[in-house]
């Protein structure tokens, strides 16, 4: 007989059936009125055929009886699916409280970094911050807007000018700028503005103090400049000289530059480590023991875990290590020669000032042996060369 509904809701099994007394266990089973179906033999010699649910069971007496013994071969029918659709259930509401454990836990604010923060106490705008809504464990949709936040938070500590809000995941970093009072400038005594090298005036600007001395003259150190003494012998005034003087000054340098520059090449070996990062902590998972190069470079990516657009406090980090070796090429001796005057150049003018200019430059000697170039060079820089002298020091000597 087919398989009717009926026989479909109360469950359906296909069972195989294999032993000496196959047709005996038949005739036992229909004497018994139960419903055997789709009764096959296949090649092997097995019984092929359907069975309802409550029938299988009541079938396995007469499998001892007969001396068979029973395979099942397939299920179907209303019970089978019923378990097929609570099994699905319960991995789906797994599946469910998972993202929206996953999703409560990304909405809360785990940490709070305070930056540029000096003369504020942490704890204090921690306090202060929480009096706005914004400390750990809050949740994420209950802060107020950073714009309005930023401004409450300004508004709320004194001694700041600025406070900036910003949210990263599950972090939340507050950067102070603080407010700045100027110092107050300490009483000026009485000085000249003196050479303080040998130079050849460019420009002089005295905005107190009487001027000495003219564009283009030469000075040796220690030469008044600006002089803080207004007025003649019998009546004068003491101020404190102050004005910018400007001339050309000679700088000699011994320069020596290598012939060879050492240059870093990838060898090709690598390793990798894997970190596991869980709310801010990271966990070596891969990767373990001592680097087995003795010069490398590491490369380190980060990756956070997310859902749409809500970042999650979860994440890997992947850390290439390359090894490297240091090689020397040469370096073709005029490269070297220019390689060396711009670094002498480079310090000339970080000593001389932000303001100074390289005017002229002499190259009065060079050589080339063991490997470098070995030059003279004579410098004309333009700088300031002015520098105080108290009068009372002065007047004292």
Not at 41 to 51: F, N, P
Not at 333 to 356: C, H, M, P, V
Not at 363 to 370: A, F, Q, V, Y
């Amino acid at each position: 007989m087919n398989a009717s509904w009926l026989q479909w809701v109360r469950g359906i099994v296909t069972i195989r059936v294999r032993g000496e007394g196959l047709e005996l266990l038949v005739n036992r089973a229909l004497a018994k009125g139960l419903q055997l179906w789709s009764i096959s033999r296949t090649s092997g010699g097995e019984l092929v055929c359907q069975v309802t649910v409550g029938d299988f069971f009541k079938l396995r007496p007469l499998l001892k009886e007969t001396g068979c013994r029973v395979h099942v071969a397939g299920r179907k029918g209303m019970p089978f699916w019923l378990r097929r659709v609570e099994k699905r259930l319960f991995f789906g509401a797994g599946l469910v409280l998972f993202f929206v454990g996953m999703y409560l836990l990304s909405s809360l604010i785990w940490s709070i970094d305070v930056k540029g923060n000096e003369k504020l106490s942490e704890e204090h705008i921690l306090k202060v911050a929480k009096q706005q809504g914004l400390y750990p464990f809050q949740w994420s949709f209950r802060l107020p807007d950073t714009s309005d936040l930023q401004r409450d938070l300004t508004r709320s500590l004194p001694g700041a000018a600025w406070v900036g809000v910003e949210k990263r995941g599950t972090k939340i970093t507050i950067q102070i700028v603080e407010t700045t009072k100027p110092a107050p400038s300490p009483p000026v005594d009485p000085r000249h503005i003196i050479a303080a090298a040998d130079a050849v005036v460019t420009d002089i600007q005295a905005e107190t103090g009487r001027p000495v001395v003219n564009r283009n003259q030469k000075v040796k150190r220690g030469d008044v400049l600006i002089s803080g003494i207004l007025g003649d012998e019998n009546h004068n005034m003491l101020v404190p000289a102050h004005g910018k003087v400007r001339g050309l000054v000679w700088h000699e340098y011994e320069i020596a530059s290598p012939l060879t520059r050492k240059v870093q090449v990838y060898t090709g070996e690598t390793m990798t480590r894997w970190y596991g990062v869980a709310f801010g902590r990271a966990l070596k998972v891969s990767g373990y023991g001592k680097i087995p190069y003795q010069y490398f470079e590491t490369i380190r990516h980060e990756e956070q875990a997310a859902y749409r657009t809500w970042s999650l406090p979860l994440g890997r980090i992947k850390e290439t290590i390359r090894e490297v070796r240091l090689d020397k090429i040469p370096v073709p001796a005029a490269e070297a020669k220019t390689i060396g005057l711009n670094q002498a150049r480079a310090d000339i003018l970080s000593k001389a000032g932000a303001d100074a200019v390289v005017r002229a430059e002499n190259i009065l000697h060079e050589k080339t042996e063991n490997g470098k170039v070995y030059m003279k060079v004579l410098f004309e820089v333009e700088q300031s060369i002015a520098a105080e002298q108290p009068l009372v020091q002065m007047q004292g000597e």
